[in-house]
């Protein structure tokens, strides 16, 4: 078969011009081809974020303060005194920024900072049980799909339709009355936390199973966990960071929530949700700093967080322009 | 539809009873229990105790409890009984011989604490709960959507960006810390609204007695004043967060329908700006908002646990957390076996909501 | 083919009466994360009562955003048109109505079909519904008359049953029937003017062809002008009087469509007529028009075309050339081949693409 070849073009024109690519000004819109990787991507679109550099550095305000915060202002214990049913508590002075507490006169700005300490150890490790937990599901079952699929998802739905009514009717039975249940606590909130990521992780694993270059790997012949390991699980940590860092925030509110209601962790570590379920007491007769630092810490805590969800979240959007 | 429906409620019933069973089993194999409340008084002997066991039927295994929590075993005889004393299998009804409790003969028991009924116990305490989160319901879905609405058609004006900032403070802050600061703000210090209650004792009888009725008939405007003076609070402090969260959603949702090709068409058709965005796109937006509501109505009810206790407000909540601190186990899985049936039934309604607003989903 | 009207100097006069649709200097821009994109850099062309006219180029090249222009459907804020742009329609300026006044023309005396039928169609409405409520909103008639006229429309483009299929909903009709009701729809209040964006892109080859034989036979019995946009040369040919060919936000070439398709005088004209594989062609290799479209943010600065063009020389890298009278006729190319400087580059040219065009039929006979 003879190659047909286009014949040079008329006399004026070069015989390569034809052939090679162009040079000059203008040449360079032809390959534009920088190519960054994911992570430096992701990087770049999370700085154009404002709201979610500001969470960063709030959040890295709040853990600073968490972790030197108690070195400076320890918890001490503070003896009881016989007017302590009828002390209000002093409101916020130079001495003592955030107030003190009513009852046992104690510097609220130091329960801030221990709670603090408390509450995000508790916040960071229970959502890590539970993202393991529910990766590990959610990827067996996303995978392999089929019997254990379906089976594990009932356990999930079931899990699922007990209420957090639930979580706290658990604690209150098993570990009330414990004398250092930070850990039990912690435990609690993992596991029955890990729900959400699992169907997530699962959902996820679905789509990328059906990718091609899946299809690619296993045509050559790599195995079932290299798989799992290497080629789907790095396309889907992005979601699973995303939902991890939300995950935080709603334990700290978790534990505060059963904090107040009494069933959480013993006053005698300080959290932000016991000091909150204490400060109740003398509401009434006017002590609002009491109630209204350890919640502000709280809120400055979540929203920090999902102001750097939010971020992240479109920091990994493939979808979202450069 | 219909068949649709009856299938999901056949598919509920093993679901339910399973978690039956698992609420069953946690709540009785920790150590503890309805004695707990003996545990420091000396007075109490031991064979006090033993009666108490035996009358109350905890001194049975717990496979049997369930049995005659279920109404399959006759609680008078001992062990596993699944004849009546007069031959016929214990499950059917009393009428016929069959025994009078349990769930099949629809009788939650009776509260180790007060010995009341449970089902009159939990009745009595459900309509200030459904007052409550009836009005909180209403109110939430109308400001969630009417804040997301706005926000998403005046984007990145001003009211956008504040309803943006106050969605992110709702959604980090505790429902109860919201409850106490208003409570600090409106009942302490300007004291304008009143903080517990239902009622106000000074002007009426308690709420739900028949003498509360007797005075609601005399004087219908005071009374209805009362009651929504003390909703307030409890009211706001229940949704806020919850229309933080929705409206945010609603407004995203209405981003995204207003996005789409349908919308330049209608736009390309001359059609106003109210008619495309109230008649296409709302349309369109409510379809996701609308499941996402059925699915968080359970949540009414944990925030109401929180509220009714801040608020001392006569509801399931405030049942629920005295009975968990009593282990007062009849009323404890009556309640929780109310509200898992209300998850369900919140689930189903969610999809089959889905598949009345939008035609394209066939069941 | 209407004389190009140089628009500055007629700013502010209607064209002749004949004339429907005029767009003068229509300069559209996007404002974008990383700059300001030019994405309709001043166009001008026009339309006669009745005709139709087609506007071809490839993706990115701006055509879909003229007629979002003329139409009025860009959100102003990422989208800005220049203020000396103007837009001339049946004797009104339309680009600076107040927007009540656009909305009236929209769907009325003017309308469009979008390339997406499956997507273009509220899904919770149907259709009769979305038809009825265009001719209720420009007509002041009764609910019943509306939805009468619905099912008419229905029945105009094809529809079989159209009084029970009135009720459907969208997503109970396949891509060519919303297609066909997306027609329908547009024909509904009787425009004057009907732009078609792509309507047959997104279908099955089959149903295209049905779909144009439609839109044709439409077009000639209501006599309404027809702005058909397209990539394909082959629809082109055989719809419009009419071609204005883009490249890069700017006019390349408009003529009548022999004269462009037969005879073309732009080079990328002429690249897109050889790229287009024929049977003939057996056993060659696919010609394309080397290089890739220009970036936006990056454009060559002077010819736009200057660096896939196979005629291009050191004045194209210098200066950018006009939309260039070629012969006597309404012709204009967008080349400095028509001009005295490259007088003596045109014959070559021309010749060369004629070789291009026709090496297919040279190898045929080798073949034998």
Redesign the interface.
């Known amino acids: 078969m003879t190659e047909s070849r286009v014949p040079a073009p008329g006399a004026a024109a070069q015989p390569d011009e034809i052939e090679r690519v162009p040079d000059g000004p203008g040449a360079d819109y032809e390959i534009d081809l920088r190519s960054l990787s994911q992570l430096e991507l992701a990087w770049r679109k999370f700085r154009r974020h404002r709201l979610a550099l500001i969470g960063l550095g709030l959040f890295a305000v709040i853990v600073v303060a968490a972790i030197v915060g108690p070195f400076l202002l320890p918890f001490t214990p503070v003896p009881p005194r016989p007017d302590q049913i009828v002390y209000t508590g002093r409101p916020p002075s130079l001495a003592h920024p955030f107030g003190e507490t009513g009852g046992l006169q104690a510097d609220v700005l130091m329960l801030v900072l221990n709670g603090a300490r408390t509450s995000l150890f508790l916040g960071v490790t229970s959502m890590l049980i539970g993202v393991v937990i529910g990766t590990i599901v959610g990827a067996v079952a996303g995978y392999l799909g089929g019997f254990i699929d379906n089976l594990l998802m009932r356990i999930v739905d079931i899990m699922l339709s007990l209420p957090l009514l639930f979580v706290i009717l658990v604690v209150a039975r098993f570990f009330r009355d414990a004398k250092d249940n930070v850990w039990s606590i912690i435990l609690v909130f993992g596991l029955l936390g890990w729900m959400g990521v699992s169907r997530l992780v699962r959902s996820l694993f679905l789509s990328i199973r059906e990718r091609e270059f899946i299809e690619a790997a296993r045509a050559v012949g790599v195995s079932d966990r290299r798989i799992i390991f290497r080629h789907i699980l790095p396309n889907a940590l992005s979601p699973i960071v995303v939902a991890a860092s939300l995950i935080i925030a709603g334990n700290i509110i978790g534990e505060a929530f059963i904090s107040f209601l009494g069933f959480g962790i013993n006053p005698s570590t300080p959290t932000w949700g016991n000091v909150l379920s204490n400060s109740l007491t003398f509401i009434l007769q006017g002590n609002w700093w009491w109630p209204f630092f350890p919640g502000f810490a709280i809120i400055l805590t979540v929203l920090a967080i999902n102001f750097i969800g939010d971020g992240l979240r479109d920091a990994f959007d493939p979808r979202s322009r450069e | 539809m219909a068949k649709y429906v009856a299938r999901r409620l056949l598919q509920a019933i093993p679901?339910i009873i399973?978690?039956s069973i698992?609420?069953y089993a946690?709540?009785l194999s920790?150590p503890?229990g309805p004695l707990a409340k003996f545990a420091n008084n000396p007075k109490v002997t031991n064979e006090q105790r033993a009666k108490f066991m035996a009358a109350w039927g905890l001194d049975q295994p717990i496979p049997v409890q369930y049995c005659r929590w279920m109404g399959f075993c006759d609680p008078n005889q001992p062990g596993v009984a699944l004849l009546t004393k007069s031959g016929v299998p214990n499950f059917l009804p009393s009428g016929i011989g069959g025994g009078d409790n349990g769930m099949a003969h629809l009788s939650l028991g009776f509260s180790i604490d007060t010995g009341e009924d449970v089902g009159l116990l939990i009745g009595r305490a459900a309509l200030p709960t459904l007052i409550l989160a009836g009005t909180a319901l209403i109110i939430w879905i109308l400001l969630a959507v009417l804040l997301g609405v706005v926000a998403a058609v005046k984007r990145y004006s001003f009211f956008d960006q504040a309803a943006t900032v106050f969605s992110?403070?709702g959604?980090?802050?505790?429902t109860?810390?919201l409850g106490?600061?208003l409570?600090?703000l409106f009942?302490?210090?300007l004291k304008w609204l009143p903080?517990s209650g239902m009622i106000d004792s000074r002007l009426s009888p308690p709420f739900g007695t028949g003498e509360y009725w007797a005075y609601f008939g005399k004087a219908p405007l005071t009374a209805m004043v009362d009651l929504l003076r003390h909703l307030i609070l409890p009211v706001c402090t229940l949704v806020a967060v919850s229309i933080a969260g929705d409206s945010r959603f609603v407004r995203a949702s209405m981003l995204e329908a207003l996005g789409?090709?349908?919308v330049?068409?209608?736009?390309?058709?001359?059609?106003?700006n109210r008619?495309v965005v109230f008649r296409?796109a709302l349309?369109?937006a409510l379809?996701p908002v609308v499941t996402n509501i059925a699915l968080e109505i359970?949540?009414l009810?944990?925030g109401a646990?929180?509220t009714e206790?801040?608020f001392s407000w006569p509801g399931i909540g405030r049942l629920?957390?005295r009975t968990?601190?009593s282990f007062d186990y009849s009323v404890?899985m009556g309640i929780?076996m109310i509200?898992?049936v209300l998850?369900?039934l919140a689930?189903l309604l969610a999809d089959v909501l889905y598949a009345v607003?939008?035609?394209?989903i066939k069941y | 083919m209407t004389e190009v009207i140089d628009a500055g100097s007629m700013r502010g006069v209607p064209p002749p009466s004949d004339v429907l649709l005029d767009v003068r200097n229509m300069r559209t821009t996007f404002k974008v994360m990383d700059g300001v994109v030019p994405a309709v850099d001043g166009i001008s062309f026009s339309l006669k009562r009745g005709k139709t006219i087609g506007i071809v180029g490839e993706s990115g090249s701006g055509k879909s955003v003229t007629a979002l222009t003329i139409m009025r459907l860009l959100d102003i804020p990422p989208a800005q048109i220049d203020a000396a742009s103007e837009v001339w329609f049946d004797g009104r300026e339309i680009l600076g109505l107040p927007i009540d006044q656009m909305r009236r023309i929209r769907g009325n005396d003017m309308a469009m079909i979008f390339q997406e039928p499956l997507t273009s169609l509220n899904p919770v409405f149907t259709v009769g519904d979305q038809i009825a409520e265009q001719v209720r909103t420009h007509k002041k008639v009764s609910k019943k008359a509306a939805w009468d006229r619905a099912i008419e429309s229905l029945g105009l483009v094809g529809i079989p049953s159209p009084e029970r299929r009135v009720t459907a909903y969208p997503h109970e009709m396949s891509g060519g029937m919303r297609q066909r009701v997306m027609i329908a729809m547009a024909l509904s209040c009787e425009p004057k003017l009907l732009i078609a964006d792509e309507p047959t892109t997104a279908l099955d080859v089959t149903i295209q062809a049905q779909i144009l034989e439609l839109l044709k036979s439409i077009q000639q019995r209501t006599g309404s002008a027809l702005m058909l946009i397209t990539h394909d040369l082959g629809v082109v040919a055989e719809m419009v009087d009419d071609v204005v060919v883009m490249y890069a936000g700017e006019v390349v070439e408009h003529g009548s469509v022999e004269e462009v398709l037969v005879e073309p005088r732009d080079p990328y004209t002429m690249g897109l007529l050889e790229s287009i594989p024929s049977v003939e062609k057996r056993g060659g290799r696919l010609s394309a028009i080397k290089g890739v479209v220009p970036s936006p943010f990056n454009l060559p600065p002077a010819c736009r075309f200057e660096p896939r063009c196979p005629y291009a020389w050191e004045l194209c890298r210098r200066v950018a050339p006009a939309l260039n009278q070629v012969g006597t006729g309404g012709r204009h190319a967008r080349c400095h081949l028509h001009t005295p400087d490259g007088a003596t580059r045109l014959r070559p040219a021309l010749d060369t693409h004629r070789v291009a065009l026709s090496a297919g039929r040279l190898m045929s006979t080798d073949q034998g």
């Open positions: 679901v399973g978690i698992v609420i946690i709540l920790a503890g992110y403070i959604l980090a802050m505790p109860f810390w106490i600061m409570i600090i009942g302490a210090t903080v789409q090709d349908y330049r068409t209608a736009r390309a058709k001359g059609l106003s008619t296409h349309r369109n379809l359970p949540f009810f944990s646990l929180v206790s801040i629920t957390l968990i601190q404890l929780l509200i898992a998850v369900v689930n607003v939008d035609p394209r």
